[in-house]
Structures are given as structure tokens and as C-alpha cells.
């Protein structure tokens, strides 16, 4: 049974094989950790090389060292995504903060209407800034930054979530652009 394509333009995916032994071992990984190949690495299949960027940049801000932890990361993912109505990343983001919450309903609230989810002052205000950062970003403000900090938030930290916020917001618009489609498997993950 062939493969559901894992995006919406005539691109070829280029089989693993093809890969050098890099790539090859990072679908692998991937594979292995969470069961199945994510859309996103196969819809970046057709350009190697950006591939390797793109997966190198997003593990280090989602998976790399940082204060955030990586559900917190995850929820910024989610809250940026559905600002943005990006299907791809509020899916497979969603799912992931089910996994990490252990909470099949906190993907669900952080999805449809994050405020509506049970989280704390420093997760509300975390999540109120990257929401405005996504939505009016030239509204940001340093009032913004110090409800952050006096929320808990460190410098380096606050750039963490700025980071995050600015990964979704380039990657939800790749993913929309081009029509990058969901893995059935998120969809009943963590329920």
C-alpha cells in the first residue's frame, strides 16, 4: 500500500536510502522514538541539505538545553500554532503535550482555548506572550517582557520563549504553504 503523500506540492520525497548515513540513522531515531516517520522530516526529504538545517535548528531550541521545560516548550508550539491555525503543528504539537502532560484533555484545551486549561501564573503568562508575540508582534513591548519577569521568567529564558515562538512561526507557515499533512498516528496519540 503506498504511502499517503505528506504534503501538497510535486515534490519527490527522496527515499531513505538515497540518504548518507546522517540522515539515514536521524529517520531512524526519529522512527524509533515515536513509532512512525514524522510528515515534516518526509515533506523536507526532497532537499536534503535543508533538511539537515532544519531538523539541527529545531531540535536545539525543542529538544536542546534550556530552562523551559520540554512541555513548556511544547505548549508554546501548540499556543503559536493555533494562533496561527497551522492543522500540521496543532495536531502533531498537540499530541505531544498530551504525551509530556500525561493528559489527554490538556492537549485538547491547549488547542482549541489554552486559557481554558488548568496551568499556572507563570505557564499563563508564558503563554500570553508568545500568543501577542505571534499575533501583534510589533506590540511587544517592555511591559511585556517584565510581566514575564515578574512572573519567574530569567533573560535567558524569556529569550527561550521568543526562540520557540519564532520557530512555530516560521514553521507554520512552511507547513500551511505547502499543504504539509498530519500523521494519521498523532491524531490517537496519548488518548
Not at 127 to 133: I, Q, S, V, Y
Request: with cysteine.
Amino acid at each position: 500500500m503506498p504511502m499517503k503523500p505528506a504534503h501538497a506540492l510535486n515534490l519527490p520525497e527522496v527515499s531513505r536510502d538515497q540518504f548518507d548515513e546522517g540522515l539515514r540513522k536521524y529517520f531512524n531515531v526519529a522512527e524509533e522514538k515515536i513509532g512512525f516517520l514524522p510528515n515534516v522530516l518526509r515533506a523536507y526529504s526532497w532537499n536534503p541539505e535543508r533538511l539537515r538545517w532544519f531538523s539541527r535548528f529545531y531540535n536545539e531550541i525543542m529538544l536542546g538545553e534550556s530552562k523551559l521545560s520540554k512541555l513548556e516548550r511544547e505548549m508554546i508550539a501548540v499556543v503559536v500554532s493555533s494562533a496561527n491555525r497551522c492543522w500540521y503543528c496543532q495536531v502533531a504539537h498537540g499530541a505531544a503535550v498530551r504525551q509530556m502532560g500525561k493528559d489527554p484533555v490538556l492537549g485538547e484545551q491547549m488547542v482549541m482555548n489554552w486559557r481554558a486549561a488548568p496551568l499556572n501564573d507563570r505557564q499563563r503568562a508564558m503563554l500570553a506572550f508568545a500568543e501577542k508575540l505571534t499575533l501583534e508582534s510589533s506590540k511587544v513591548a517592555e511591559a511585556d517582557r517584565q510581566a514575564l519577569r515578574d512572573a519567574g521568567f530569567s533573560e535567558a529564558e524569556i529569550w527561550d520563549i521568543c526562540d520557540v515562538a519564532g520557530l512555530f512561526a516560521m514553521t507554520n507557515r512552511v507547513a500551511s504553504g505547502v499543504g504539509m499533512l498530519p500523521n494519521p498516528e498523532y491524531h490517537a496519540a496519548a488518548r
